[in-house]
């Protein structure tokens, strides 16, 4: 079966350029002390979790995912290109997909969004994030098929999914190969729907229809 | 400081009445074996956490609830009562709270909504979920105040919210004392606003303007 | 070029079984008489047109619609069924449609929405209006291609539309030959997209995505 | 009973810096004559309406409207500042009121949208469409009370309201004595709900909620 893991594996260390709200909120943690759950916090290391932590929560809980469309809008606010990842996954195959991350303990849906833009784009894309806070769709990731669309072999992820325009320069960091920008009737093909990892070409046609572009 | 939990505290021990999903996602695991990671799910104690684990993650990940707003609908579809729950929290003191309650590994946001609704409601409610899974309202609720509206002593936790029409007889259950149901101009209130635990005077009055009756 | 035409076109007579607000509304009007806008509505023929009427007022005005997918949903409130509409239009070709109709003077949007599933499904099709008045798209349509996704040779209309779970027996009735219930991967397949008429295949799967089912 | 307007008054003379696309529109009639319907839009004068043929068609069609409530975003999206026009009614009485007005014929949502914008906040706004067309509330206005929420003496008018970030400087023209910056918690007061014309208030409300922000 082949991977379709939804980005990031390895031991989590914030990035220097995101996480700041996280990073806030833990100092706040430390200096207030107020409850004893939020106590446990004064320490940073408790937040993060190591590899092997990781993955066995990753078998007891769902874990919190956002997603991100990343979209090129005309002067009128029409979408007109459609930002598509490829990427190679973990046994060298390359596959399509999205901007797409973890949100972390302490961290707002807003900068988790932020950050995994930051991470896949670069630092030069200028994310305009949406006014509103909830998402175009839902996409629920399961480890088997046949309970959703959407497939994630790792982990039970439950991912809220954004169309964000991007003003700037994109520069794809990371595991990221390459973003291609694409006509929304490209986008809505049957072809790139088949290249999309872990069933996305369901969640990028959501959000197709979800800006009135979808062919 | 006033508790402002979300909900149930105690080991996990799933319903006899809900997490059907899950259990049968277990099963599915159980005999396929297929990932590595999956593959643990067979012993069916390891998806659940205990109270250690469940205190310990909670201050390692947010975690992913789902929260309903029970409403009487006439037969155009306009809501003509919302339901809001009378609870005791664990300091003795009453509040006004929504259905609300975490979701299980394995479980779907459709089953842990109908799970969280039969739990709170009773099972002879007959809630009427909603056709799309986008919620009207995404709460993103911290263990410090400041960060967002809403406000959990316990936990990160971010809840997908519903409006929910419910057409049988609500019976409350477990530790709730008491469904009141509203006329829209009493729950958009500010008197009701006040009551509510952890800021969802916010998320109420989000849910009343999602259908168009926020006064 | 094939007529793309959103449904009734004779002169306006308001149906027995429906427009009850516009007539309820007409008559307060009489009664009242309250300003000079809304006292020549004393007079009920005033409001309704006649075919010549309606064809010269399409010609300078944006003309409103709501327009309906009909669903069956499962226990869980998942989307099982969608219903879709044979339709002959007036060059006696067979074409698909959607439930359509204009929003009359005085009417609110929810009874123009009752009214033309009633008159498209019959009077046992028990819909079941959804709480949110917000659609889950706008359709533009323009009578010359090439504006948006839509097209309707006889006016400039702008269409609310609303998916809508029945959960009784649908008879079509009028100029409606059939009602067709498909699985969503049905609805969501280039065939069905190619026969709706005036564009309506790209509505349809902005409705199928709206509610997850998108294929 | 005061005067609860929507906007423009007098004959429809489009403006110099709006209306392209009805323009071109119009052309492209003149140049096709497709169907018998859009030909006589070869006239461009047939497609406005003079005050006595608006007059008229005001108490027999509803009419379509877009609004907006102009915002400003700090860099992560979230909504700072709200804006609200103060205007001067036909009694001469200060209302509050949002960007609002007439969708014409052959003009896209967003080009009503925009043409709007423009007439009330000046050309250096530098409105943000969004990219999804589907607005965050349908206001119903009804030229009596207690139909709706919203009350319009002159007519029925249907209106799809938008939040739309501005980047730019506002300058109000036209009718509008001032826009005026508020903070969400401001905007979301009982006072300012008051003041706010036709019943707006409820709109500005959902508007908020729309995007977090309602206090």
Redesign the interface.
């Known amino acids: 079966?082949a991977s379709t893991g939804t980005g990031e594996d390895g031991p989590e260390v914030p990035d220097d350029d995101g996480a700041s709200?996280a990073a806030a909120?833990r100092e706040?943690?430390a200096s207030?002390g107020?409850?004893d759950?939020?106590a446990?916090?004064a320490d940073p290391n408790?937040?993060?979790?190591s590899s092997e932590?990781l993955?066995d929560?990753?078998?007891?809980?769902?874990?919190?995912y956002v997603e991100a469309v990343p979209?090129r809008?005309d002067g009128?606010?029409?979408?007109t290109q459609v930002g598509i990842l490829l990427r190679a996954n973990e046994r060298g195959a390359i596959t399509r997909t999205l901007v797409s991350g973890r949100?972390?303990?302490?961290?707002?849906?807003?900068?988790a969004l932020?950050r995994h833009l930051e991470k896949d784009l670069g630092p030069m894309a200028f994310p305009?994030?949406?006014?509103?806070?909830?998402?175009?769709?839902?996409a629920?990731y399961?480890?088997?098929p046949g309970?959703?669309?959407y497939l994630d072999?790792?982990?039970?992820a439950?991912s809220?999914a954004y169309?964000v325009?991007v003003t700037g320069t994109c520069d794809p960091r990371q595991d990221a190969l390459e973003l291609t920008w694409m006509s929304p009737a490209e986008a809505s093909s049957p072809a790139v729907h088949a290249e999309m990892e872990g069933g996305r070409g369901?969640l990028l046609?959501?959000a197709l229809?979800?800006?009135?572009v979808?062919?």
Do not use: K
Not at 46 to 49: E, K
Not at 153 to 156: A, D, L, V
């Open positions: 079966m709200a909120f706040f943690m207030s107020a409850s759950a939020a446990s916090l408790s937040a993060w979790l932590d993955a929560v990753r078998r007891r809980l769902p874990i919190l979209v809008l009128m606010g029409v979408v949100v972390m303990f302490g961290e707002t849906l807003r900068d932020f305009q994030l949406p006014p509103s806070p909830v998402p175009f769709s839902v629920e399961f480890p088997i309970l959703s669309a072999e790792r982990q039970h439950v809220l169309v325009p369901t046609r959501a229809a979800s800006v009135g979808l062919g």
